[in-house]
């Protein structure tokens, strides 16, 4: 796969991500490429969900729709495509109706033996790097293109109730009830997902993010006993792939939505160089938990893009000064606390990103 690629012009991502100072904090958002874009929609209309992340050329399309629309205030791409693309390539039947749906859900340990002994992502997931790779070079170096993949708990929790859930009986059920076989199962889903973001990277990512998303189901002491040890596994086996390879590393980001009381850890011992924070902690209470050790990424709710500009504007300067805490924007990511979300007018989050510029930007 070719790797002559556009030289980078925007490398704002990139130096947050290693923790330096920069001018001003770097700006996207989760689910970027999305349902609140109405470019979007005109593709999505002839397509199914998945066919389109199976296709290069219109993931490719849909990741790059935002970066057009808001060219010059957005600084990262990430590709289009689904966490759920992991499930499938071990064997799962997933369909997006509209939501995802697992026809034959994990429900006992025996029905782990349904899934692939064995996961080639060239050979499943493949349709992805092809897509990465277009990108790269489609972009033509304007930003950085991000690949992702979801966390071992959150893809196991999918694969055990069969969609998304409201109490997370059955994932609970097997964490408690079959504590050997859902570690043993975490930590599968892991290096198949460790083996994807290699892939990625290979590809053409420059940056990788790790979605954790359900996180915050989780007891503390059953977020640090069971979904911990699969985001370390990711983290360290990424950096021995790379390394063995002589694959130069990329800034890698965990996202542990509502697992607030896990950041000093995920900080200190998760492996990551960027933490993702959610909009339910104040950005400096964030900063003083982790340190200085690692970037961190967030936080403003989602739906204060419902808000109005003027509501807008007020949160985002609120928001830059708490991450800034007086000091020059160093080691920041700017972004939400979650994916946007489909009813979003893409002007007010053009103006999100306005602010942004104007509220983190470093004095002259």
Known sequence: MSTDFPLLQNDLLLRAARGEETERAPVWVMRQAGRYLPEFHKVRAHHSFFEICRTPALSCE????????????????????????????????????????????LDTPADVSKLRAAVDVHKELGYVFDAIALTRTALAGEVPLIGFCGAPWTLFSYMVEGGGSKTYQKAKTWLFRYPAESKALLMRIADVSADYLVGQIQAGAQLVQVFDSWAGELAPHHFREFALP?????????????????????????????????????????????????????PSDARRLVGDGVALQGNMDPNMLYGGRDAIEREVRRMCESFKGGRPTKGWIANLGHGITPGVDPDDLRWFFECVHKYSANAA
């Open 230 to 282: 699969a985001l370390q596994h990711i983290a360290t086996t990424v950096r021995a792939a790379l390394a063995a390879r002589g694959i130069p590393a990329v800034p890698m980001t965990v996202f542990a939505k509502g697992a607030n009381t896990a950041l000093a850890e995920l900080a200190a011992h998760g492996g990551y160089d960027v933490v993702g924070l959610d909009w339910a902690i104040e």
């Open 62 to 105: 849909l990741t790059l729709q935002p970066i057009r629309r808001y060219s010059g205030l957005i600084d990262a791409a990430i590709i289009f495509s689904d966490i759920l693309v992991v499930p499938q390539a071990m064997g799962m039947v997933v369909e997006m109706n509209p939501g995802p749906h697992f026809p034959e859900p």
